[in-house]
């Protein structure tokens, strides 16, 4: 007992202390959404939801475009540079905590430390527009497996793609309801494991494809004239770092528990092990079993050729569920920083979160949030190429650079330590990185305009 007693003293005194710091008047978004209840495991439940969603299973499509070595030499570095830079905002983020300036927001963090202006007309903008881009996506998404199921399952051709979009959208209409980020903290960690699920079976299903007899022939030559390669390359570089994109550290760390040093370290231990495990899997199999012969989407496009599966129906089906479920988790996840700015600004913090006057706006706000989401879903089946565009104007700026901006700032290392050019230079090259793709993606759906109709059948 008496070794045990100092540590937990010291434990309640920091915890008290952190607590005696915190804001007194939290407004509505910051009290109701970001409730600062959740352990380090529950915070590593919402980063793997966040980052490992099924964007992932478009990585083999991301290593046709650059080759063996540099496609995986490109995964794994922007696996270590991910990892670095959100324990980077984390560390700034227990910082200023310990100083009593606990910021449950990233644009309230960028508005600390950076100034009023960075935080509304540049941090804030480009956070909503990422995460209900990343929303609308996911939304699509969710109605192109449920498509996929029904084509599995019936020969009837009569569906078209938007009525699946609205019936996903109805689902989101529910979850979408779930009051705070901390309750999602069950749903997220039943989306870890259907995540590990669907990346099992895209990886033993294009292991199994790329050793049956029907196989096509590989060929991982890089096609096209050497400018589409050079653009090509940047759409993959592309591809990967928003793959491995997250825009919400902050309001991910907001949830945990005072004191909360240490614990987002931890959280991002567990979700860089599903990470690796997923990530690389899905990647190096999808790659090896198509070679540049890839669908312009997901590897799961590559199962089925001339509307005949390569694989049992079964698998399909099942891989194709998973997807389903765990993308509507990946929803609600990029729903809550929509869903704070609604409550910051219609719902009173001074009363009652579930009494009748607050009750009413938020239901109808985060209606209304999903009901757009789910029209242009509906309407725009092409959105991934804009979201592309979205990618390289929020997710880059968000985790690759203002990371490394904010921790300079903070911490002012020496200009003759390595972390201080360090930091620099990872701003640098992926400031130049999203200005070249930017450019790319536009370019991409450009070339695409011509293929684009409403409401499209895709």
Not at 16 to 36: C, H, I, M, T, Y
Not at 58 to 68: K, N, Q, R, V, Y
Not at 399 to 427: C, E, H, Q
Request: net charge positive; proline share 4%; charged share 10%.
């Amino acid at each position: 007992m008496g070794t045990i007693l100092p540590n937990s003293v010291d434990t309640s005194a920091e915890e008290k202390q952190e607590e005696s710091n915190r804001p007194k008047q939290l407004d509505a978004g910051a009290l109701f959404v970001l409730k600062s209840r959740g352990s380090w495991l529950h915070c590593g439940y919402h980063l793997t939801t966040s980052i490992v969603a099924p964007a992932l299973l478009s990585l083999p499509l991301a290593l046709s475009l650059m080759g063996w070595f540099p496609g995986v030499l490109c995964l794994s570095l922007l696996a270590l540079i991910t990892f670095y830079s959100y324990n980077l905002l984390s560390l700034v983020l227990e910082h200023h905590a310990q100083l009593g300036q606990r910021q449950l927001r990233f644009r309230d963090m960028a508005t600390h430390i950076l100034g009023p202006g960075w935080g509304r007309y540049f941090v804030g903008p480009i956070q909503f527009g990422v995460c209900y881009g990343a929303v609308i996506a996911c939304i699509l998404l969710g109605g192109q497996s449920l498509k996929s199921i029904y084509l599995l399952s019936t020969s009837s051709r009569t569906m078209q793609l938007y009525q699946f979009v609205v019936i996903f959208g109805i689902l989101m209409l529910i979850l979408g309801q779930i009051p705070s980020f901390h309750n999602l903290r069950h749903i997220n960690l039943v989306s870890l494991i259907l995540s590990l699920s669907y990346s099992a079976c895209a990886t033993a299903g294009s292991i199994y494809i790329g050793n049956s007899k029907n196989r096509s022939a590989k060929d991982y030559a890089i096609k096209g004239s050497a400018q589409n390669q050079v653009f090509g390359a940047f759409n993959a570089i592309l591809i990967i770092a928003t793959t491995y994109g997250n825009g919400i550290i902050p309001e991910i760390q907001a949830t945990l528990a005072p004191p909360v040093k240490g614990k987002m370290l931890k959280g991002l231990c567990v979700c860089y092990a599903i990470v690796i495990s997923t990530f690389f899997s899905v990647a190096i199999s999808g790659y090896w079993a198509f070679g540049n012969n890839q669908a312009p989407g997901i590897v799961l496009q590559n199962f089925i050729v001339n509307d005949e599966p390569l694989l049992p129906r079964w698998v399909l089906l099942m891989t194709n569920a998973f997807t389903v479920l765990q993308v509507a988790a990946v929803s609600v996840v990029y729903l809550q920083p929509t869903n704070e700015a609604f409550e910051k600004k219609f719902v009173d913090a001074k009363i009652e979160q579930f009494a009748i006057s607050n009750v009413v706006p938020r239901l109808f706000f985060r209606s209304l949030s999903v009901v757009i989401a789910t029209t242009v879903a509906a309407m725009f089946p092409f959105f991934g190429d804009f979201n592309a565009v979205l990618g390289a104007f929020g997710f880059i700026p968000l985790d690759f650079v203002l990371p490394m901006v904010f921790y300079n700032v903070t911490f002012k290392p020496s200009k003759r330590t390595l972390i201080f050019w360090g930091n620099t230079s990872i701003a640098i090259i992926f400031s130049l990185v999203a200005v070249v793709g930017i450019i790319s993606s536009i370019r991409q759906t450009i070339l695409d305009a011509n293929t684009y109709s409403f409401f499209a059948n895709m």
